[in-house]
């Protein structure tokens, strides 16, 4: 009896694209093209072998590559695109018969390439349009060190003194004294005066490379900055200045607001001689403007507006911040649209009869009353911006409350959905000092700050609005250094504002 040879297994050519689909190379190995299929994994398993090991250093690590890498990350999504594309349709053709590529075998298997590739578009197409928003959104926020900005420069390597971008340089010791001015005034140079000699800022040292500059004394101090600018107002309005810090061993975080009506508030040396109190008379809030309107006495550039609330906020507390981030309220508003609002329990009624809106020209009225409100932008602006009713602290205070339920509420679950819209609206309301290198480790050190204190500088806690009244400083830097001591160890804080009714929390997945 002849024995007939057993048929050979008939291979599928969608089964081979399907395969290459998930991981290339393996549908050529399906169509029995081993080496093929090797050579063709080794990219995939390349980029695969990277992610893991960054996830294994923790998911916040590989967050902040991927934000600070946004634009290379654009440019190998497209790479990759092409590169799975040839993968599938390469596993396709090594199985098909001949008739099939014409399109008159089986239909169906031609339906699946053609779904297979729409869907390898469609997945790395939008991977690498949302890294290019990412990469277009986080160049207009963060600095970058060779084309400087308004901001001043901090982290970035330091050019030899005496050139164009060099040290910062700071009036001397001969500069003529300006005119003391009252509260609320603005500082103005008589026409006497005259540009004193620049001295090198000697602090002014290169960061070692690979080195975060903000980890080298322990705790990182960034000052955050509610600018109030837009039409009806002149300049720009420091109305919101507040500082985190945070202890980088334990975690340890508080937030400190500063009252905008302070007034003569230290400044540093070589500044602080153009007045007769060596200090800036004005309120705190009108230093940034006149900065920028009086260029011989404060120095800097286009960054001394700056440079001068910074270096005050500094002297105040007797701190080297380690960056600035300023947020525009106005862009505020946009940033809490494209998170979906926000829910706010609001412990007491507020009424505003004459609250100013964005465009500066209109008034309404505001009414907010007691429980958990669900707030968009510009109701959320509101409420943390009015003072009509109660006081310039009061709205320190339903600031501070702000930033405490978007800690909670905005969880990555809630900011990925909506990445895109949220990177738009970044780039238009937030700037920062701070070097995009940077960001990395700063995502990384976001995962294990605990939530901070908060702290408020007001009379009603025994800080005078008067920074220069006897003892003032001394009570200020002493509540301030207190602020990272003992939180979780049961050591009563006595500067730490009295916690409002807890914050609604955002669902967990």
Same mark, same amino acid.
């Given at each position: 009896?002849?024995?007939?040879?057993?048929?050979?297994?008939?291979?599928?050519?969608?089964?081979?694209?399907?395969?290459?689909?998930?991981?290339?190379?393996?549908?050529?190995?399906?169509?029995?093209?081993?080496?093929?299929?090797?050579?063709?994994?080794?990219?995939?398993?390349?980029?695969?072998?990277?992610?893991?090991?960054?996830?294994?250093?923790?998911?916040?690590?590989?967050?902040?590559?991927?934000?600070?890498? !946004?634009? /290379?990350?654009? =440019?190998?999504?497209? @790479? +990759?695109? $092409?590169?799975? %594309?040839?993968?599938?349709?390469? &596993?396709?053709?090594?199985?098909?018969?001949?008739?099939?590529?014409?399109?008159?075998?089986? !239909?169906? /298997?031609?339906? =699946?390439?053609?779904? @297979? +590739?729409? $869907?390898?578009? %469609?997945?790395?197409?939008?991977? &690498?349009?949302?890294?290019?928003?990412?990469?277009?959104?986080?160049?207009?926020?963060?600095?970058?060190?060779?084309?400087?900005?308004?901001?001043p420069t901090r982290g970035c390597p330091t050019?030899?003194?005496?050139?164009?971008s060099g040290p910062t340089m700071t009036p001397?010791?001969?500069?003529?004294?300006?005119?003391?001015?009252?509260?609320?005034?603005?500082?103005?140079?008589?026409?006497?005066?005259?540009?004193?000699?620049?001295?090198?800022?000697?602090?002014?040292?290169?960061?070692?490379?690979?080195?975060?500059?903000?980890?080298?004394?322990?705790?990182?101090?960034?000052?955050?900055?509610?600018?109030?600018?837009?039409?009806?107002?002149?300049?720009?309005?420091?109305?919101?200045?507040?500082?985190?810090?945070?202890?980088?061993?334990?975690?340890?975080?508080?937030?400190?607001?500063?009252?905008?009506?302070?007034?003569?508030?230290?400044?540093?040396?070589?500044?602080?001689?153009?007045?007769?109190?060596?200090?800036?008379?004005?309120?705190?809030?009108?230093?940034?403007?006149?900065?920028?309107?009086?260029?011989?006495?404060?120095?800097?550039?286009?960054?001394?507006?700056?440079?001068?609330?910074?270096?005050?906020?500094?002297?105040?507390?007797?701190?080297?911040?380690?960056?600035?981030?300023?947020?525009?309220?106005?862009?505020?508003?946009?940033?809490?649209?494209?998170?979906?609002?926000?829910?706010?329990?609001?412990?007491?009624?507020?009424?505003?009869?004459?609250?100013?809106?964005?465009?500066?020209?209109?008034?309404?009225?505001?009414?907010?009353?007691?429980?958990?409100?669900?707030?968009?932008?510009?109701?959320?602006?509101?409420?943390?911006?009015?003072?009509?009713?109660?006081?310039?602290?009061?709205?320190?205070?339903?600031?501070?409350?702000?930033?405490?339920?978007?800690?909670?509420?905005?969880?990555?679950?809630?900011?990925?959905?909506?990445?895109?819209?949220?990177?738009?609206?970044?780039?238009?309301?937030?700037?920062?000092?701070?070097?995009?290198?940077?960001?990395?480790?700063?995502?990384?050190?976001?995962?294990?700050?605990?939530?901070?204190?908060?702290?408020?500088?007001?009379?009603?806690?025994?800080?005078?609005?008067?920074?220069?009244?006897?003892?003032?400083?001394?009570?200020?830097?002493?509540?301030?250094?207190?602020?990272?001591?003992?939180?979780?160890?049961?050591?009563?804080?006595?500067?730490?504002?009295?916690?409002?009714?807890?914050?609604?929390?955002?669902?967990?997945?």
């Amino acid at each position: 009896m002849t024995h007939m040879p057993a048929p050979q297994t008939r291979r599928s050519a969608a089964a081979a694209a399907i395969l290459s689909f998930f991981i290339p190379g393996l549908g050529q190995i399906y169509a029995g093209r081993l080496l093929r299929g090797l050579l063709l994994a080794i990219p995939q398993i390349v980029v695969i072998a990277i992610l893991v090991g960054l996830y294994v250093r923790g998911p916040l690590v590989l967050t902040g590559v991927l934000f600070e890498q !946004a634009l /290379a990350i654009a =440019v190998i999504n497209v @790479l +990759l695109l $092409a590169y799975r %594309a040839f993968a599938v349709i390469d &596993a396709y053709l090594l199985v098909a018969r001949p008739a099939d590529r014409r399109g008159a075998g089986t !239909a169906g /298997a031609a339906v =699946v390439l053609g779904l @297979l +590739l729409i $869907a390898d578009v %469609a997945l790395h197409g939008a991977a &690498a349009f949302v890294s290019y928003r990412a990469s277009v959104a986080t160049s207009a926020v963060f600095r970058d060190c060779e084309a400087g900005g308004e901001l001043p420069t901090r982290g970035c390597p330091t050019p030899p003194p005496g050139s164009p971008s060099g040290p910062t340089m700071t009036p001397g010791p001969s500069a003529t004294l300006g005119p003391t001015l009252e509260p609320g005034a603005t500082a103005s140079p008589t026409p006497e005066a005259t540009a004193p000699p620049a001295t090198v800022d000697p602090s002014a040292t290169p960061i070692a490379p690979g080195t975060s500059y903000w980890a080298q004394n322990g705790r990182l101090d960034i000052f955050l900055i509610g600018a109030d600018a837009g039409p009806g107002r002149t300049g720009l309005r420091t109305d919101t200045m507040l500082v985190l810090s945070v202890d980088l061993a334990t975690g340890r975080s508080a937030l400190t607001g500063i009252p905008r009506n302070a007034y003569r508030a230290p400044l540093p040396a070589g500044v602080a001689e153009a007045f007769s109190c060596r200090c800036f008379p004005g309120l705190l809030n009108a230093l940034f403007t006149a900065a920028i309107q009086s260029p011989e006495t404060f120095p800097g550039g286009e960054n001394r507006g700056y440079l001068a609330i910074s270096g005050a906020i500094e002297e105040i507390f007797q701190i080297e911040l380690d960056g600035i981030v300023v947020v525009d309220l106005n862009g505020f508003v946009t940033t809490v649209d494209a998170l979906g609002g926000i829910d706010m329990n609001v412990d007491s009624p507020l009424h505003d009869d004459r609250y100013a809106a964005e465009d500066g020209r209109t008034f309404e009225v505001l009414d907010f009353q007691p429980g958990i409100q669900h707030m968009d932008g510009h109701r959320a602006l509101a409420y943390v911006r009015s003072r009509q009713q109660d006081s310039d602290y009061g709205r320190m205070g339903r600031q501070q409350d702000f930033l405490h339920a978007a800690r909670l509420q905005y969880t990555p679950c809630r900011i990925l959905p909506r990445l895109p819209e949220l990177l738009d609206s970044l780039k238009d309301a937030v700037r920062t000092d701070i070097p995009l290198s940077e960001v990395p480790a700063l995502i990384e050190l976001s995962g294990r700050i605990r939530v901070p204190r908060r702290v408020v500088l007001t009379p009603d806690e025994g800080f005078p609005s008067d920074l220069s009244a006897p003892g003032n400083l001394e009570s200020i830097r002493e509540a301030f250094a207190a602020s990272l001591i003992g939180q979780g160890d049961g050591i009563p804080d006595p500067s730490a504002r009295p916690s409002r009714a807890p914050q609604p929390t955002a669902a967990g997945c």
